[in-house]
């Protein structure tokens, strides 16, 4: 009788164990189709994009000399327009080819100092014109904030998405604020120096059920009001915590939304800037 539970104990385990082998197999073959799909994404991305970005610029380079010479100050205002929105796609390509560098063991992106509110006014600068941030968006930048160890194309992604954000979810004829300072942070085993940013709206407000999953990829909260994919928060925790900061966001529903940003100001990041 023993003999026969033992028996079936093993047929039981060995049962159990093949199909934790066909598992772990099966898991191991999709992980390689994903690691490939990850790969060819990045070549993709960081060899080829900036061809035609590069191709573009040379050609609207070419338009703007044109219209300069023709006088057509309008048209070329409008290719101006598209040279700096192509420009834009070169950084954003440099600063990606900069973060596929990184090694395993690697979390930030070299920095050198930067001075925040230039790096936000430009941010802010560049955003569509159709959102008004020319007449809606306040900086306020406090006396005293020294530059800050960083990587520029990331703190511009992170406050033009911060702001898109909230001039979007806002009424037109309220302004958004983009307040600037430095604090030293006293928390923890030692004392480091914090570059702070608060992007203020008097929005429509985050309802308190979905606070804790707009950081997620994909959630879109009020798709009715404006398009997008649902990724510009998640690239927002990302880049930030990526810079060694956190972020975190205060709202209510009909109150409008702050989203606080904190970034070590040290230099312990050592790289060159892209």
Do not use: W
């Amino acid at each position: 009788m023993a003999t026969k539970t033992e028996d079936a104990k093993k047929e039981l385990l060995e049962t159990l164990l093949n199909e934790a082998r066909s598992e772990a197999d099966a898991l191991r073959k999709k992980l390689a189709h994903c690691e490939r799909i990850v790969l060819s994404t990045r070549l993709v991305m960081g060899h080829e994009l900036k061809k035609p970005t590069t191709a573009i610029s040379g050609y609207l380079d070419l338009v703007c000399e044109d219209l300069e010479r023709s006088n057509d100050l309008k048209t070329l205002a409008y290719a101006e327009k598209a040279r700096a929105e192509c420009q834009l796609l070169n950084e954003l390509n440099a600063f990606y080819l900069d973060i596929l560098k990184l090694n395993s063991e690697e979390s930030v992106v070299g920095s050198v100092p930067v001075d925040a509110g230039a790096v936000i006014r430009q941010a802010v600068s560049r955003l569509p014109e159709k959102l008004g941030a020319g007449k809606r968006v306040r900086v306020h930048v406090a006396d005293g904030v020294p530059p800050v160890h960083l990587n520029r194309s990331a703190l511009s992604l992170v406050v033009m998405n911060l702001v898109e954000n909230a001039l979007l979810y806002s009424q037109v004829s309220t302004p958004v604020r983009v307040e600037v300072d430095s604090a030293r942070d006293r928390r923890g085993l030692g004392e480091r120096d914090l570059l702070r940013i608060r992007v203020v709206d008097d929005g429509v407000g985050i309802p308190a059920e979905y606070l804790k999953m707009v950081f997620n990829p994909f959630v879109r909260l009020r798709e009715d009001v404006a398009e997008g994919s649902g990724l510009g928060l998640t690239l927002v925790r990302s880049l930030v915590e990526m810079s060694g900061g956190d972020v975190t966001i205060r709202s209510e529903a009909g109150k409008g939304t702050t989203v606080h940003v904190t970034i070590p100001m040290g230099g312990e990041v050592e790289g060159n800037q892209p």
